[in-house]
């Protein structure tokens, strides 16, 4: 283990590996992964060389949001596994130097979680429904939703129960919002924080933390756009309320109190630099998501502003940057980038900004290569979602009765969501479901594509060149060189489709360079070592487009 990870700080310049354990593996045969499928597998990401895994919820739901809805926050899903496996999973992936993450979801919480199911028993007005957000619905007989909100899935965020009272869910109906202005659902979260963290855990992902505090009055949003633009003036009613920095003020006290201090990193769709870095102040969250990396098109001067405006805001309130490429909510980066670049749409990112767009899989498959080495070599911490390692594209053909994202029902089938990026992983090149589950089990949850032989961990490990054994060898580079850790980037001069920048001198004056070439046309490179390649260099050593080198000079 690199002698940097020891260090309480390890989370500055992680690399965590995302675990969405419904599509990771499947250990019982049953066509859902679970604990023991993740145990399984710890070697695999051992060898990956991941610092942590963030485990997506795990915990019992009825699956309306596939996990998303949890109905218990302080137990096991028994589709997963047992508390007792996921204690062994936190005691073996600690042995093996890998820290544990988990994810709570503290903006709603199942409909079928016993408070809620209190707050439907209960009377209009009751205290039970309080911990909630019920009200009466506009109209003269209460029919309408009481104000204009809408779900992030499509259609009314508002349901109406049969007493005639409305209640709210930015997502889908199965995921009331919890009013964190109450005691009792403060008091709640927080003994559910101590819970895991007693257990051993080292930190919890947010699930929409910049969801959780509301305009309490519930204005319309009226034709209000999310994000507002940077200089906007007043708030959205129910997006990036100032007042949800209270809460995670409490949360760090919470988890400063252990020792080693635990961690948190937001899930936080705002997209303004200043308003991200404002939840990263030394006394709230730790880190965040950069959605505004992984929506950046493969543009030279786009990812350089991005990247540019990250390190500046994340500086400005002393937080490590983070770079992402992907997660279960969005396109696979290798099907985003097999497209043209030009004139997307500022918030693209999920499969429907792309698909009326022509692909070219062999470019796309390219590019995520380059893209991942970029992202490996840039200051700060990374995340790396399931399946990045084996470099598999999005699935864009599932057919609409295997569909399982709330998406697509609650946008009249004309969205299909995010299941083409939550496939089931293939582990093997040969077997019913490419080692996914055991030979001979239930169907996986979502169907595989026929083709996926090649992208199996079993045909990349040990193959020069694969996908696979970039990863590896990027994040045993990024644990043998310091300067990838913490540090500065300096750019470096150079054509203008080319991204350029150093990183801090070791103690013997040498520097680490990362190259990427987004042109077109190869260009040459200085004279340096060369650690690692995305794709082939040229006979004459220059940098191919769409290919990133790491050298040190
Ligand atoms: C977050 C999750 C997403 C989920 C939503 C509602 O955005 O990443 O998967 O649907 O929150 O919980």
């Known amino acids: 283990m690199n002698g940097r990870n020891a260090h309480d700080d390890w989370w500055r310049h992680a690399v965590v590996y995302q675990i969405y354990p419904r599509s990771f593996a499947d250990a019982n045969g049953d066509g859902v992964g679970d604990i023991a499928g993740i145990r399984a597998k710890l070697p695999h990401l051992a060898a990956l060389g991941v610092d942590a895994i963030w485990i997506s919820p795990w915990y019992p739901s009825p699956m309306a949001d596939a996990g998303y809805d949890v109905s218990d926050y302080r137990d096991i899903e028994p589709v997963f596994g047992t508390l007792a496996e996921a204690d062994a999973l936190i005691a073996e992936a600690h042995a093996e130097g890998i820290k544990v993450i988990i994810d709570i979801v503290p903006n709603h919480t199942s409909d079928q979680h016993a408070l809620f199911q209190a707050a439907l028993a209960a009377a209009p007005g009751s205290p039970e429904r309080e911990l909630y957000v019920f009200r009466e619905g506009r109209g003269s007989a209460g029919e309408l939703p009481p104000n204009d909100w809408q779900s992030s899935f499509g259609g009314p965020a508002w349901t109406r129960v049969p007493d005639g009272q409305w209640y709210l869910h930015l997502f889908a109906p199965g995921q009331p919002d919890v009013d964190w202005r109450h005691p009792e659902v403060r008091a709640e979260f927080e003994q559910t924080l101590r819970f895991w963290f007693d257990r051993g855990i080292d930190g919890f992902r947010i699930d929409v933390a910049h969801g959780l505090e509301k305009n ?234 026929a083709d996926w032989a090649s992208f199996a961990a079993d045909a990349q490990d040990g193959v020069h060149g694969s996908t696979l054994e970039l990863y590896r060898t990027a994040l045993k580079l990024r644990r043998e060189l310091d300067e990838l850790g913490d540090g500065d980037l300096e750019w470096l001069d150079g054509p203008e489709q080319v991204l350029a920048f150093a990183r801090p001198a070791d103690a013997d004056g040498v520097r680490f360079q990362c190259w990427t070439n987004l042109g077109s046309e190869p260009v040459a490179l200085p004279a340096g070592e060369v650690l690692l390649a995305s794709g082939p260099l040229t006979e004459d050593g220059a940098l191919p487009s769409d290919t990133t080198v790491w050298l040190r000079r």
Request: aromatic share 10%.
């Open 216 to 449: 309490w009055e519930l204005p319309d949003v009226g034709g209000l756009p999310f994000p507002l633009p940077e200089d906007a003036a007043h708030d959205h009613p129910h997006w990036d309320q100032p007042a949800v920095h209270e809460i995670f003020r409490e949360w760090r006290t919470v988890a400063d109190e252990y020792s080693p201090p635990r961690v948190f990193c937001g899930e936080i769709w705002v997209g303004r630099p200043h308003r991200l870095a404002a939840y990263l102040r030394p006394d709230e969250l730790h880190t965040a998501f950069n959605f505004d990396f992984l929506m950046a098109p493969w543009l030279p001067a786009e990812l350089r502003r991005v990247i540019d405006a990250t390190i500046a805001s994340h500086a400005a309130v002393g937080a490590p940057p983070t770079w992402v490429l992907g997660n279960h909510d969005v396109c696979r980066p290798a099907s985003r980038y097999a497209r043209d670049q030009h004139g997307l749409g500022p918030r693209a990112r999920n499969l429907r900004h792309f698909q009326a767009r022509p692909a070219d899989p062999e470019l796309g498959a390219r590019r995520v290569r380059a893209a991942a080495l970029l992202m490996l070599a840039l200051p700060g911490g990374a995340y790396v979602y399931q399946g990045e390692e084996f470099g598999l594209p999005e699935v864009e053909d599932i057919p609409a009765e295997a569909l399982q994202d709330p998406t697509w029902v609650q946008s009249g089938g004309t969205d299909k969501g995010r299941d083409g990026c939550r496939v089931p992983l293939p582990w093997t090149s040969a077997g019913e479901t490419y080692g996914f589950s055991p030979d001979g089990s239930a169907a996986p949850w979502l169907p595989q594509p």
